[in-house]
């Protein structure tokens, strides 16, 4: 004679054991576009050593607006720079949009730089003898576009900053705030997913400063991933997370 099991045990019994109920990770869950682990950089200066990074860890997400901050010397450039690919850590790791940058070449390094990063800096670094749509259009050129969809992007982008009745102007035939917003154009002109900025407002008056946290801010709202180094407190308030750097490591993070 057979019997079933009475209900409740036949329940248990199909119950998975508890350990097996745990949330497993996802593999397609978002991951960091930044990914720092125990990053150092070392300068040998002579007989001593200058620890610039001393041991930086620290995942940035896609869609973040991260300030880097902290005193003269605490390494802010240092970090930039490794974080632009201009450099690379002497020891640690460095992944970016999951490829691993100490493994690449000056070529791969170059081209990485063109394809996922956009750079401002404080004293903008447009090339005065090319037009506003020239100088947008620059990382295109390189780039190897079209040269007519190239002008069609750089248009957009123009406009995109409220420069669209500037764009046969030269850079000395602009205000400062707009050569900013030219050198902004220009960084996002082939849509790289990741936009560094060097003490951005440095050069500029205050009310013109907070026009173009205004616009890195609506940047931001629209998905890009922003990191700006600043050591005004001000400045720093536009960013959702802010890194307080001290002789090279991470004093503290402040965020919401
Ligand atoms: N090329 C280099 N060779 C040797 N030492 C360097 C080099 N670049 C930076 N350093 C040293 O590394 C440390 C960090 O410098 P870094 O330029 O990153 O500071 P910072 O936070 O950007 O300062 P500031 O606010 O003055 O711009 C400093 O002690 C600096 O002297
Ligand atoms: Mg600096």
Redesign the pocket.
């Known amino acids: 004679m057979t019997r079933s099991l009475p209900a409740p045990v036949a329940a248990a019994a199909a119950t998975k054991p508890a350990g097996q109920d745990l949330p497993l990770p996802t593999p397609g869950g978002p991951r960091p576009l930044v990914k720092l682990e125990a990053v150092e950089k070392v300068?040998q200066?002579g007989a001593t050593e200058?620890r610039?990074l001393d041991g930086i860890s620290l995942d940035i997400m896609p869609g973040a607006f991260w300030a880097i901050m902290?005193p003269?010397?605490?390494?802010?450039?240092?970090l930039l720079n490794l974080l632009g690919c201009l450099d690379r850590p002497t020891a640690g790791q460095y992944v970016l949009n999951g490829q691993n940058v100490g493994q690449m070449d000056d070529d791969a390094l170059s081209e990485l730089r063109l394809r996922e990063l956009g750079f401002v800096f404080q004293s903008f670094n447009l090339i005065p003898q090319l037009t506003v749509r020239e100088n947008i259009e620059l990382p295109l050129f390189y780039l190897g576009w079209d040269a007519h969809v190239s002008a069609a992007r750089a248009a957009e982008l123009a406009e995109r900053v409220g420069l669209k009745d500037r764009l046969t102007h030269r850079p000395t035939q602009l205000s400062g705030g707009q050569q900013q917003r030219v050198a902004i154009a220009r960084a996002l002109v082939n849509d790289p997913p990741v936009l560094l900025a060097d003490e951005p407002t440095g050069n500029l008056d205050t009310a013109t400063g907070e026009q173009i946290m205004a616009l890195l801010g609506e940047l931001n709202a629209s998905g890009k991933t922003i990191i700006m180094v600043t050591?005004e407190s001000d400045i720093a308030a536009h960013a959702r997370f802010r890194l307080h750097?001290r002789d090279?490591r991470i004093d503290r993070v402040e965020g919401r």
């Open positions: 300068y200066m200058v610039a902290g003269s010397g605490s390494g802010k450039s240092t050591h750097l090279g």
